[in-house]
């Protein structure tokens, strides 16, 4: 399966502190990106990485991507209370538009 | 415009029985996806369309499960006959092809009980 791997599963901080989790894939792929979902709606989009960049940033939102170790990581900087909720890597392989969803990293920030 | 609308949000049924879940992407999208979202598998992708085309349909689970795409701007998910083991939520997803953003935009789902 291409399904991507994302650590930790679980992540408890307090308001202000940073937070990162990181995501491993297994395939080549074209595009990478970062979706939020908070508790019982759908998935939202936050950032897209293609393969030949290597870090982009948007907002309190940096992410950097190596393809060699077929990783990822999202960075939020400065985090709220309103940042609660789980964060999702999605690929795409390399030739197809089948976007395939990571396990999911629960982020929980204590106000 | 009013982003992926599913319907219904909720559904409870009797194991069975038919389910058919409805999608209508944002106008203009080329692509749509149903994906299913449980506790123990996370976010499973069932199939995808391109231009009301079913692309990829290997993670459909079985052949209860079907999937259509008669026109650019609504999709149905059906289950027939449903099991306990289907519940789950349902969420589909709608974008522009490769070359243009490639975000995809989610609609808020649509909560399946199978007693």
Redesign the interface.
Known sequence: SQ?GEEDPQALSIQEGENATMNCSYKTSI??L?W?RQNSG?????LI?IRSNEREKHSGRLRVTLDTSKKSSSLLITASRAADTASY?C?T?KSG?????????TRLKVLA | DAG?IQSPRHEVTEMGQEVTLRCKPISGHD?L?W?RQTMMR??E?LI?F?NNVP??DSGMPEDRFSAKMPNASFSTLKIQPSEPRDSAVY?C?S?F??GR?????????SRLTVL
Do not use: P
Not at chain 1, 41 to 45: C, D, K, M, P
């Open positions: 399904q074209n595009n990106q979706y709606r759908g998935l939202v989009h897209l999702f999605a795409d197809t538009y089948k976007y395939i969803f990571g396990t999911g | 992926v692509y996806f994906y996370g976010l992708l995808y391109n692309i990829d969420f997803a974008s092809g490769t953003t490639g975000e995809l935009f989610f609609g808020e789902g």
